[in-house]
């Protein structure tokens, strides 16, 4: 994952309802309509955060028919949680030679 993806991944994470939409898709598949039924934010609002997420490919869509579905991709999840925590760990002493 380069530098630019994790920072727009972490910008898209930043937002608290996004982050709530991200951990409801986790398990299971959520129609937009839904996701809007357990947000404070108005329906134009939530598919604007959820388009968000879907271009960080933190969140897949299928639609089916009329319904809109999303679901957690847990594997670029993974990516990001890896990323972050890679770009904080320290290098070992006996990487610089001393």
């Not at 937002?15 to 398990?27: K, Q, Y």
């Not at 639609?63 to 760990?89: I, N």
């Not at 002493?93 to 001393?98: C, I, S």
């Amino acid at each position: 994952m380069t530098e630019a993806e994790l920072d727009e991944a972490l910008r898209a994470l930043a937002h608290a309802e996004r982050r709530g939409f991200v951990r409801e898709c986790l398990n299971r598949e959520c129609a937009a309509g839904e996701l809007a039924e357990i947000s404070s934010l108005a329906l134009a609002s939530v598919s604007e955060h959820l388009k968000v997420l879907r271009k960080t490919g933190l969140l897949t869509l299928e639609v089916r028919g009329r319904f809109w579905m999303y679901r957690t991709d847990p594997a670029r999840l993974q990516q990001v949680l890896a990323a972050l925590q890679g770009s904080f760990e320290l290098e070992r002493e006996n990487d610089h030679g001393t």
